[in-house]
Nanobody
Framework: QVQLVESGGGLVQAGGSLRLSCAAS????????MGWYRQAPGKQRELVAA???????NYAESVKGRFTISRDNAKNTVYLQMNSLKPEDTAVYYC???????????????WGQGTQVTVSS
């Protein structure tokens, strides 16, 4: 069993900052890529940022220059530093991790339950 638990969401004024954390626990052999997705009501879930096991990153164009994804492999934790937040960033943010539970089983994606980020005008 693998569990991802997000934290750090909340209500913030436009222009403010939040730092999201996601810790993976359970039966983990290795974690490949990790990422953050978000979904607003009535919209499709979208990739916000992703990071490989070696530290390579990828960002949605809408958050480049404002958000920074990082990870601590020793803690199986991924972070999302969100600066200069805009009302358009309001969404439920979900953590995702590509986890291998053993060398014999292909990796699969695991998801956290989500954390609400609300940015007021």
């Amino acid at each position: 069993q693998v569990q991802l638990v997000e934290s750090g969401g909340g209500l913030v004024q436009a222009g403010g900052s939040l730092r999201l954390s996601c810790a993976a626990s359970g039966s983990i052999f290795s974690i490949n890529a990790m990422g953050w997705y978000r979904q607003a009501p009535g919209k499709q879930r979208e990739l916000v940022a992703a990071i490989t096991s070696s530290g390579g990153t990828n960002y949605a164009e809408s958050v480049k220059g404002r958000f920074t994804i990082s990870r601590d492999n020793a803690k199986n934790t991924v972070y999302l530093q969100m600066n200069s937040l805009k009302p358009e960033d309001t969404a439920v943010y979900y953590c995702n991790a590509e986890v291998s539970r053993s060398m014999l089983v292909p990796k699969r994606a695991y998801w956290g339950q989500g954390t609400q980020v609300t940015v007021s005008s």
